[in-house]
Each structure stands twice: as structure tokens, then as C-alpha cells.
């Protein structure tokens, strides 16, 4: 059976698997829920996901949803498969660190950002200035640690890429077309890296995906 995503290529949860797939080159079906029109919210959804949010993923008779856990999943189960998203041994402990900065330092100061930056003038709602002030300041202090890992190690979990880069991606390629993007410009290691990570192909397929829409 092919696995099936559940989602909308607008949620960043959602390009977080669809870029792991991609990574692995493997088939999957992906099933566009309309948000809009509350779709998340209805019963056949929440069979998926019971708390009503996207993705959500089936592989057989598995079902999962929280996208980082599908990512795992994907990673570890097809390790044979296409790019290593992960590493063996005392290794994986450090790119085990850095997927957990990603998602308790970065993304909560980059949603928040993406919310004012990008979604509320999509939504015809006013930009908090504030709001965004106090998180670039956030997000630069996190940059200054990741400026000093990268001057240590190629990429954040260690010399290759693995799912500690990946979860960055659906962010940082909303982020990229906001003004906060000269926060990521004044710190060489970071810039180089977000280059590295923004150039792979499966990136690419996703966008073109969320293109279509």
C-alpha cells in the first residue's frame, strides 16, 4: 500500500513530511484537506489525528500524526532508503539535541514571526510590531547559537544533513521572504548553511507542489 499524507501543502507540519519523504524517495499519496472549510474538524479527520491538526499519515495499517514523529518514523523504517536523515550510535544523540532546539527554540520564536509577517496580511489582519520586535530579538539570540555550532560542524546535528536541518526547512523558507531574512544574512556560518539546506531537490519538489495550489 502507498502511504498517504493528509494535509495542506501550506501547513509547515506538512512540508516537514513531505520533505522527509522526498529526501527518501519514496511513493506516497497526498490527501489535501480543506482547512478552510473545517475539514480537520470532522469525524473522518479526527479518526487520523483526534486532535484536529495536520499532518496526518498512514503507512498500512499505522497511523500517525505530530509531524516530527512522522519524520522519525520515515527515517528510521526506511533508513535503506535515499538520503540518511539519521545517524548511528553516539552521533545520533547530538542531532537528537538539535532536532529538539529546532522544535523548542526556533520554531516557536519563527511561527510567531510567520504569523505576523506573513499570515495576518494574508488574513487582512494588522502586524503587531511589537509582537515581531520581541521575537527577531529572540530569534537573534538563537541564530548567535547556531552561528557558533556551525562554526563546529557543517550542518546543526553534525557533518551531514539529517532531520535536525530538515524540520528548520517549511519555516525558514517562509521566513526567507520577510525582513527577518537579514537576520540570518549577518551571520556567515548560518547564511552558508541555510543556502546548503534551501538548495535540496526535495525542498524544491514540495514548493512546486504548494506552487499548484
Known sequence: ??????????????????????????EFEFVPVDMRAGEHKKE???????????????????????SRAITQYIAHVYED????????????ATVVVWMEVEAHQFDPVGSKLQW??????MFGMATDAAVVEENEAKLAKVLDIYEARLSQSKYL?????????L???????????THVKKLFDARPKVSAWVADIMARPALAKV???RNQQ
Open 207 to 209: 514548493l512546486a507542489m
Open 167 to 177: 524540520h528548520h526547512l517549511p519555516i525558514l523558507t517562509n521566513l526567507m521572504g
Open 44 to 66: 473522518h479527520f479526527l479518526a487520523l489525528n483526534p486532535f484536529g491538526q495536520v499532518p496526518a499519515f498512514e503507512d498500512g495499517d499505522l497511523k500517525l500524526f505530530e
Open 81 to 92: 532508503k535515499g538520503t540518511p536523515l539519521v545517524c548511528e550510535g553516539k552521533p545520533m
Open 157 to 165: 546535528g553534525c557533518d551531514c544533513f539529517t532531520l535536525a536541518d
Open 1 to 26: 500500500m502507498v502511504m498517504k499524507v493528509h494535509g495542506s501543502v501550506l501547513s509547515t507540519a506538512a512540508m516537514r513530511v513531505l520533505i522527509a519523504l522526498n529526501e527518501k524517495g519514496l
Open 116 to 121: 505576523e509577517l506573513l499570515l495576518k496580511p
